[in-house]
């Protein structure tokens, strides 16, 4: 079975601290993807990565970045967190093009 | 650009009874469709996908066909069960070379009582 695994299931933190959310998937999928999902508005992607330290923007890239450093493994850095980013941020991945997404269970984070 | 529309929750059904979830869509190209099912607390899983016209995607009871001509992707059950209660996304993917971008509804909850 494949599995997604994120780091935190929740997490608070405070306005201006720089938010690390991992993400780590252990089917060597090539490509894996960072969503946040809001009532009303279903999931947005935030960026994608299709290899190791390649990445692309999604739909809702401001006020984020991303890490890829090793293929099973995929970061999302919120750099001053902001109170307009809580949400619950979800983790996706597949073996590439073509291939359904599996996501992790989520990480809902409060920012106060 | 690429969107997709699906109605409004939360629709509450009986136990047993017929579901009907609709989604349409709009896309550049020919989109892979899909549905997503949340359970409480969990991640979205893959409930099932069609990859070109009149394919007829199922799984668990539930079933979708892909009408190109209505651009639509409605999401049926005969009979629904108390656990089925969930969200339900409807999306599409467009394969952009180097990954398949997924393009979600804002998703419909279910609910079903006995």
């Known amino acids: 079975d494949v599995k997604v695994t994120q780091s935190s299931r929740y997490l608070v933190k405070r306005t201006g601290e720089k938010v690390f959310l991992e993400c780590v998937q252990d089917?060597?999928?090539?490509?894996m993807f960072w969503y946040r999902q809001d009532p009303g508005l279903g999931l947005r992607l935030i960026y994608f990565?299709?290899?190791?330290?390649?990445?692309e923007k999604g739909d809702i890239p401001e006020g984020y970045s991303v890490s890829r450093e090793k293929k099973e493994r995929f970061s999302l850095i919120l750099e001053s967190a902001s109170t307009n980013q809580t949400s619950m941020y979800l983790c996706?991945?597949?073996?590439?093009?073509?291939?359904?997404?599996?996501f992790g269970p989520g990480t809902r984070l409060t920012v106060t | 650009g690429n969107s997709v529309t699906q109605m409004e929750g939360p629709v509450t059904l009986s136990e047993e009874a017929f579901l009907t979830i609709n989604c349409t869509y709009t896309?550049?190209?020919?989109?892979?469709l899909f549905w997503y099912v949340q359970y409480p607390g969990e991640g979205l899983q893959l409930l099932l996908k069609?990859?070109?016209?009149?394919d007829k995607g199922s799984n668990k009871g539930f079933e979708a066909t892909y009408r190109k001509e209505t651009t639509s992707f409605h999401l049926e059950k005969g009979s629904v069960q108390v656990s089925d209660s969930a969200v339900y996304f409807c999306?599409?993917?467009?394969?952009?070379?180097?990954?398949?971008?997924?393009?979600f509804g804002t998703g419909t909850r279910l609910q079903v009582t006995l």
């Open positions: 996706a991945s597949s073996p590439g093009p073509d291939y359904e997404q599996y």
């Open positions: 089917m060597d999928h090539e490509n």
């Open positions: 990565s299709y290899d190791v330290k390649m990445k």
């Open positions: 896309a550049t190209g020919y989109p892979s």
């Open positions: 069609a990859t070109k016209a009149d």
């Open positions: 999306a599409l993917s467009i394969n952009t070379g180097t990954a398949s971008k997924l393009t």
